[in-house]
T-cell receptor
Framework: GDSVTQMEGPVTLSEEAFLTINCTYT??????LFWYVQYPGEGLQLLLK?????DKGSNKGFEATYRKETTSFHLEKGSVQVSDSAVYFC???????????FGSGTRLSIRP | EAGVAQSPRYKIIEKRQSVAFWCNPI?????LYWYQQILGQGPKLLIQ????????DSQLPKDRFSAERLKGVDSTLKIQPAKLEDSAVYLC????????????FGPGTRLTVT
């Protein structure tokens, strides 16, 4: 079945550091790919998405590119802030179904 | 716009007891989802409703879990009897349709079974 594997955390960085959180997927067809974020005490929020190969999703300075050849959707940000501290979930939805499959989440902590 | 509401936020029960969770989705959203998120794991879909009909309940443990969405708006998820392994956060989400890319999540109910 479909699955999503993402980098284990926790990840701790200093403010203004470069961030990469790796995510790979296994799915038949051409899934849509997502990054969700969960800030402390809040529900999950959609951060960005990409629906076809080579699409780049972006939001709040975060970017991820849909790479079909490597089945990856890595999350990047050039300069992180303390307010980016949260849990990040990579997710995929197969082209023929509406069920979203989530990765296990990566906790990110940013030091001032 | 009001978000997805869930209650209670926290619940502690003993094994073999029953418990119910309530969800009020965003107004106008036809699709409602219940997820189970065990500590250290991503959310797992338990059941998906389209209006008041079930679209997918393939991962719902039907011997102990039940859910309903009367009138296609609010929904309740019940566990009876609870087991220790049911300790998790139960998330409700809604979307405009089942094909919508974005699901809007509530804050969740943290259940502890002792």
């Amino acid at each position: 079945g479909d699955s999503v594997t993402q980098m284990e955390g926790p990840v701790t960085l200093s403010e203004e550091a470069f961030l990469t959180i790796n995510c790979t997927y296994t799915a038949t067809g051409y899934p849509s790919l997502f990054w969700y974020v969960q800030y402390p005490g809040e529900g999950l929020q959609l951060l960005l998405k990409a629906t076809k190969a080579d699409d780049k999703g972006s939001n709040k300075g975060f970017e991820a590119t849909y790479r079909k050849e490597t089945t990856s959707f890595h999350l990047e940000k050039g300069s992180v802030q303390v307010s980016d501290s949260a849990v990040y979930f990579c997710a995929a939805r197969g082209s023929s179904a509406s069920k979203i499959i989530f990765g296990s989440g990566t906790r990110l902590s940013i030091r001032p | 716009e009001a978000g997805v509401a869930q209650s209670p936020r926290y619940k502690i029960i003993e094994k073999r007891q029953s418990v119910a969770f309530w969800c009020n989705p965003i107004s106008g959203h036809a699709t409602l989802y219940w997820y189970q998120q065990i500590l250290g794991q991503g959310p797992k879909l338990l059941i998906q409703f389209q209006n008041n009909g079930v679209v997918d309940d393939s991962q719902l443990p039907k011997d102990r879990f039940s859910a309903e969405r009367l009138k296609g708006v609010d929904s309740t998820l019940k566990i009876q009897p609870a087991k220790l392994e049911d300790s998790a956060v139960y998330l409700c989400a809604s979307s405009f349709t089942g094909a919508s890319y974005e699901q809007y999540f509530g804050p969740g109910t943290r259940l502890t079974v002792t």
